[in-house]
């Protein structure tokens, strides 16, 4: 019985125990199909239903001016963003979207656009980004499913329009689109990080992650001073409505090292125009006209196939060249060399551009760097037409010794004028003062500087412009108390109706600096199409004047004369103080 | 069977050797919350520092702007109803000759 009893235990146990191993064996069976055979498929589909991955914008460095004034900065704001629920009805869907769209302020068109992702079962629909964080709170406190928060930055301009055209503009993913916001976009914008949103079996997001952190990016300081960019913008507003011309450019510079101290554009836009991304300083060209005669008379000393004494027939008014007859706007006699440049003959210039030949002449032009980009660091620089020796007509030198038949930028113009206050250097235009790397410091960025004329011949130059602003056509740029050196330019247009030059539309322009000895800046201003007076001397000359006076008291550079009328010098305050 | 009888010494050793581990235990216990208290404290003062951080910057770009001088010239001009000097009301301090 016993035996009996044993036999049916031990029979049972066998049985479960095959049952047991049987389904152990199914299990593993089950687990290796699951762990190794589908095992990438699977993980796969985990990946794709429980994490998104996301692109983190690193923090875009900051623009500073040369004094340390912020021109633009990223400051963190939030983005509105849906991972919509799959188990989720579209009609709830969509009724989340109508709710944020009043406190959002999203337009009819956007909406749209969102709702029909939702129903296309789109994963990531961006609702609204960079919004300001109250508003941001606003959205939060609905505590709407699937309706999540990003951090992210965006670009402030806290001086609006000021140098708008220079800062430039960066689109919604902070990638630069214009000006230093371009040309630098690679040290501004650092490095981008990656972080991860992972979500629950029902796709909700429940958390972000930081997979690698961004690195945030280099700052800059401009050669920009915000007061002195401020001084050329208002004056070359108010040139531009006092004289009705369709536009206008000033630049600023320090001759010795070529900083830009201001440049600045009328009409000007703000900072998310894309008509921003024309820089008229260096993006428009234009015929010199008359400030032109700087080369040609730094090309006439230079060469010393002219003399100061050297006498040249001005009385006809006019001028023939291949049939063509070049005027003055009156018949000034007999001049001498200085005098020609004085007066601005053309009749005189084109006797010295002949005196001087075209191979001296060619030579001068490219060595001053016309048809050349002048390698300022702002994107879309024009290098201007000037054509080869071998292109030129039989007018060509009389042209080019007026400043016709080439096409320059007030930047080529401006760094023209600086080799003479340079005494005879060329130095590049630059915009970046330093790039503030926390890696290696601050990097200054190296001046470039080349020979174009000797020290003697710019200073033989310098006593002649100087005289321009004294007794020539440049008066109006007289500042008091300083002198100036400079030229008057007054071009006429060409009119692309009839191929010819247009007795109607000009460009006037001034080049000089100040003060004439020791220049502490030097300028160009160029005004397009004035209406009523139009000579460079009439138009461009004052807006010189009216900038170097506040520019000269702000950078407290002292008068070099006594001035005995007007102001009150405080010399005996100054010795208390000290 | 006859129970072992344990001296009143070894009693006092086991009770005096609980009394220490019990002790370490209790220590490292509260030291290991006590830690992760304070780690919560720096995550927590972490990220109060960094969002003062972020608060000056957007400070000082707010400074910025209302320090710019289109809007100083606009409140001075319209608000304060100033204007600029005339020459004649320039006083220098800086002319040497």
């Known amino acids: ?144 499913n699937g309706v999540q928060f990003i951090e992210e930055n965006k ?44 979500r629950d079996a029902k796709r909700r997001g429940y958390m972000f992650q ?142 010295v551009g002949q005196q001087v030949g075209e191979e001296n002449l060619y030579k001068t032009i490219t060595g001053f760097g016309f048809g050349q980009k002048t390698e300022i660091d702002l994107p879309a620089e024009e290098k201007g037409i000037f054509r080869s020796i071998k292109d030129w007509t039989k007018i060509s030198a009389a042209s080019l010794s007026i400043g016709y038949e080439i096409s320059v930028t007030a930047i080529q113009m401006l760094q023209a004028v600086n080799v003479i206050a340079n005494k ?51 008066k109006e740029a007289q500042v008091k108390g300083y002198d100036v050196a400079g030229k008057t330019g007054t071009a006429q247009k060409l009119d692309p109706s009839t191929g010819h030059y247009s007795s109607r539309a000009h460009t006037a322009s001034f080049a000089g600096f100040v003060p004439a000895d020791k220049p502490v800046i030097s300028m160009i201003i160029v005004i397009d199409e004035p209406q009523g007076q139009y000579y460079g001397g009439q138009v461009a000359a004052p807006v010189f004047r009216e900038i170097a006076v506040q520019v000269l008291r702000y950078l407290h550079i002292p008068p070099q004369k006594i001035l005995s009328e007007h102001i009150i010098t405080a010399k005996y305050w100054r010795q208390d103080k000290k | 069977m006859v129970r072992k009888k344990f001296s009143k010494a070894q009693i006092i050793i086991s009770i005096f050797c609980t009394i220490i581990l019990t002790f370490f235990l209790i220590f490292y216990i509260w030291h290991q919350a006590k830690s992760i208290r304070l780690g919560y404290e720096t995550r927590k003062l972490e990220e109060e520092i960094l969002s003062l951080k972020k608060e000056i910057e957007k400070l000082e770009v707010k400074k910025s702007s209302l320090l710019s001088l289109e809007r100083v010239e606009k409140i001075a001009r319209e608000e304060l109803k100033l204007k600029s000097p005339e020459k004649e009301q320039i006083i220098r301090d800086d002319f040497d000759q």
Not at chain 1, 173 to 191: A, C, F
Request: aromatic share 8%.
């Open chain 1, 155 to 198: 670009r402030f301009y806290p001086q609006q329009k000021l140098a708008a055209h220079i800062i430039g503009r960066v689109n919604i993913d902070d990638e630069g689109q214009s000006g230093i916001e371009y040309k630098y976009n690679s040290t501004l914008q650092g490095k981008k990080g990656q972080g991860i949103v992972l």
């Open chain 1, 424 to 474: 005879g250097v060329i130095t590049r235009p630059k915009i970046v003062k330093k790039i503030l790397d926390p890696s290696i410091g601050a990097k200054k960025i190296p001046l470039q500087f080349k020979r174009v004329i000797s020290e003697e011949t710019a200073t033989r130059l310098t006593s002649i412009f100087r005289e321009v602003t004294k007794t020539g056509t440049g």
């Open chain 1, 1 to 144: 019985m016993k035996n009996l009893y044993q036999k049916k235990i031990k029979k049972r146990t066998i049985i479960l125990t095959f049952f047991l191993a049987l389904w152990l064996c199914v299990l593993i069976s089950r687990l290796i199909q699951l762990q190794v055979i589908n095992y990438p498929r699977f993980r796969k589909e985990v990946i794709e239903q429980n994490q998104n991955k996301k692109i983190i914008n690193p923090k875009r460095g900051t623009i500073y001016d040369r004094s340390g004034t912020i021109l633009a900065q990223s400051l963190p704001v939030q983005s509105v963003f849906c991972s919509p629920l799959d188990d989720e009805p579209m009609d709830i869907q969509l009724e989340k979207i109508n709710k944020l769209r009043q406190i959002l302020h999203l337009s009819n068109k956007h909406a749209q656009t969102i709702k029909k992702r939702i129903e296309k079962n789109d994963h990531f629909i961006w609702i609204k980004r960079k919004i300001d964080l109250a508003t941001a709170e606003k959205a939060k406190n609905l505590h709407l």
């Open chain 1, 210 to 351: 930081t997979l690698k952190e961004p690195q945030p990016g280099i700052d800059l300081v401009l050669t920009i001073d915000e007061t002195i960019q401020y001084i050329a913008e208002e004056e070359l507003q108010k040139a531009i409505h006092r004289t009705k011309a369709s536009w206008g450019t000033v630049v600023i510079s320090q001759p010795f090292s070529g900083e830009i101290l201001a440049m600045a554009n009328y009409p000007t836009f703000s900072h998310d125009s894309p008509r921003l991304d024309r820089n008229g300083a260096i993006h428009h060209t234009y015929a010199p006209g008359s400030t032109f005669k700087i080369i040609t008379a730094s090309a006439a000393i230079e060469s010393g196939r002219v003399n100061f004494k050297d006498q040249y027939d001005c009385s006809m008014g006019f001028i023939s060249i291949a049939g063509q007859k070049i005027r003055d706007h009156k018949k000034y006699g007999t001049l001498s060399f200085p005098e020609v440049i004085i007066h601005s003959s053309n009749v005189g210039t084109i006797q």
